[in-house]
Every structure is written in C-alpha cells, then in structure tokens.
C-alpha cells in the first residue's frame, strides 16, 4: 500500500538514545527523508537519503533502514530535539508519501 | 542565503480558487525543484505537487490532479500555487519548499489558507 506509517508518540528521557520507526512498502525501494517540526514553525529536514544530514543539522541525529522499515535515531536527545517528526519516502508512482508523524517528548 | 518567501493568508470562500506565490532568492533558481505541501490544522504534511523550475515540468499526486496547479516565473524566481474548487477541508498552512526530486532542504514560512462561507 502506498502508506507511511509512524508511532504516535514517543518519550525519552533527556541525555539518552531513542529510535522513531516508519514503515511501508515504498520504503524497499525509496530512500527516507526525515522533517523535524516544532510548534508554529516550518518542518526542517534533519535527515535524506536515509542517513545524510543537511549542513547544520547536529551528528547525534542518524538514520537507517531495513526492508520495509527506516528508522531515525537521536544519540543523546536534547530538550531542543522535542518535536514533530515527519518520514517521508516516494512510491512506485512517483508520488511523496509522508508518515502520520511522532511526538517526541524529551523528559 | 537561501530564502523562500511566501504571500500572505488568504480567506476564500468555498468553490473559489487561491494563487499562492514564493519568492526565491540566494541559490540558482533553475537548479533546483519546488514542492507544495499542506498541512491541516492540528494534522500532518501532505504533498501536493512539485515543478522543475528549468522547463517548467510538473508532477501531482492523483488526488489533486485537476485542482492544482504549480507554475514559475524564472524573471522574478517566483513558484505559484493555485488551488481550484476549494472547500472547507482544503483549509490548511502550505508550503514552497526548495530541494531535489526527493526531498525538501529549505522551506518557505507558509500561507495560511482558510475557506470559509
């Protein structure tokens, strides 16, 4: 199916490691891009490619992926890392998927 | 720096259509495609369409096809985004977005687009 799909929400608590997991079937063949949104703002692109960083963007941010599932990890979340995050891949029809999105709550 | 500029909120009554314009400025224009995404109150990001602002080709997803449509103006760098038929679901924040064909590197401020009777 031409579908992302993202957990809800996730916690970590602060100075430790979490995983946020997107899955679909677009995902065996397309690399993910990974947006971090926060309240009120545009969404910025943390990771492409599956697992390259724009300029700017801290190295504690990573990415992989393996079959149908990409996976965005931050090593050491900070309070600031607190946020929406968006995966998004294309699909057979050249169409841009996006997941539904994760809450990241940093305790 | 890369800058996308977009014009202001828009409030449009339902079956009207919405030109919305970005404005781009510190990159070479024609090097890099636009997207359009929206996002609902409250809800996630939606793609809607992306042109390759060298020739002008566009791409939409099916379920705005006919609806939308993205064109570019290279003497003044600017990506418009009209949207026909609105109703009140099309009520939403859209983004220009600067990037490759698969993925989007810088992003406008948004539109706020409300179509209320």
């Known amino acids: 199916s031409s579908e992302l799909t993202q957990d809800p929400a996730v916690s970590v608590a602060l100075g430790q490691t979490v995983r946020i997991t997107c899955q679909g079937d677009?995902?065996?063949?397309?690399?993910a891009n990974w947006y971090q949104q926060k309240p009120g703002q545009a969404p910025l692109l943390v990771i492409y490619?599956?697992?390259n960083r724009p300029s700017g963007i801290p190295d504690r941010f990573s990415g992989s992926s393996s079959g149908n599932t990409a996976s965005l990890t931050i090593t050491g979340a900070q309070a600031e890392d607190e946020a929406d995050y968006y995966c998004?891949?294309?699909?057979?029809?050249?169409?841009?998927?996006f997941g539904g999105g994760t809450k990241l709550t940093v305790l | 720096q890369v800058q996308l500029v977009q014009s202001g909120a828009e409030v449009k009554k339902p079956g009207a259509s919405v030109k919305v314009s970005c404005k781009a400025s510190?990159?070479?224009?024609?090097?890099?495609?636009m997207h359009w995404v929206r996002q609902a109150p409250g809800q996630g990001l939606e793609w809607m369409g992306i042109?390759?602002?060298?020739?002008?080709?566009?791409t939409y997803p099916q379920k705005f096809q006919g609806r939308v449509t993205l064109t570019k103006d290279t003497s003044t760098n600017t990506v418009y985004m009209e949207l026909s038929s609105l109703r009140s679901e099309d009520t939403a924040m859209y983004y220009c977005?600067?990037?490759?064909?698969?993925?989007?590197?810088?992003w406008g401020q948004g539109t706020l687009v409300t179509v209320s009777s």
């Open positions: 977005a600067r990037g490759g064909a698969s993925h989007c590197l810088n």
């Open positions: 510190g990159y070479i224009f024609t090097n890099y495609y």
């Open positions: 042109i390759n602002p060298n020739g002008g080709i566009t």
């Open positions: 677009s995902l065996r063949n397309s690399y």
């Open positions: 490619f599956k697992n």
């Open positions: 998004n891949s294309r699909d057979s029809s050249d169409n841009h998927l």
